[in-house]
């Protein structure tokens, strides 16, 4: 757009011009003025290519991991080699990782080389699971209860399972005819103390 204005400028400059004017050695200047401006605009166009590929993605790295496969982690974050990476773009992805309910926290750096930036996900892990217990359940008993929950001893804990759980656990009391109960309140693992634990109100009236 541009481009075609500035010829539409000179054109009109050379109009104006007596006709000599156009056969004199200074036509020869205004077409260096044209090629000078279209130099400028080819410049123009090429400059943000160097920079979007100091910006691109080069590699991925990942620490931290124990019990998540490296290749489940990369497939969650659903970048890319060669991506143009920006602050957004990279909170967007990391996202990906935390939806996945089972790291307690992860971060990210990044390193500049010529020939791109270097991505490191720092995650640490949920504990895995030692024991699951529960308390307060009088007219439903333990191993019952166990039967209905996705989560397991010995595999890592999932914020995400976990949500489902108690779901689980209060619609078998409603099946069983206890409409006042409610799991009101979780013990989730910890690095020393690694068992999980609901907290169960049946909801039972005294007499």
């Known amino acids: 757009m541009k481009k075609t204005m500035l010829k539409i400028i000179l054109f009109m400059i050379l109009l104006s011009l007596p006709a000599v004017a156009l056969i004199t050695p200074d036509n020869t200047n205004l077409e260096s003025i044209v090629k000078s401006f279209s130099q400028l605009e080819t410049t123009k166009k090429t400059a943000p290519k160097k920079t979007a590929k100091k910006s691109t993605l080069l590699k991925i790295e990942i620490k931290g991991h124990k019990q998540i496969p490296e290749k489940l982690i990369l497939n969650e974050l659903g970048l890319k080699k060669g991506a143009l990476l920006t602050p957004v773009k990279i909170s967007l992805h990391l996202q ?3 939806s996945l309910g089972v790291f307690q926290d992860i971060s990210h750096t990044l ?14 892990e949920n504990p895995v699971l030692n024991k699951i217990k529960f308390s307060g359940n009088l007219e439903i008993n333990n191993t019952e209860l166990k039967k ?10 999932n914020f995400n399972t976990l949500r489902k759980d108690i779901q689980a656990i209060e619609d078998l009391y409603k099946e069983k005819g206890y409409f006042l109960a409610k799991v009101y309140k979780t013990k ?4 020393k103390n690694k068992n999980l634990t609901f907290f169960i109100g049946e909801g039972i009236l005294d007499d």
């Open 111 to 124: 390193k500049s080389s010529p020939k791109g930036q270097i991505l490191t996900i720092h995650i640490k």
């Open 148 to 157: 209905i929950i996705s989560s397991k001893e010995n595999t890592i804990f």
């Open 188 to 191: 989730i693992p910890e690095n």
């Open 96 to 98: 990906n990782l935390k």
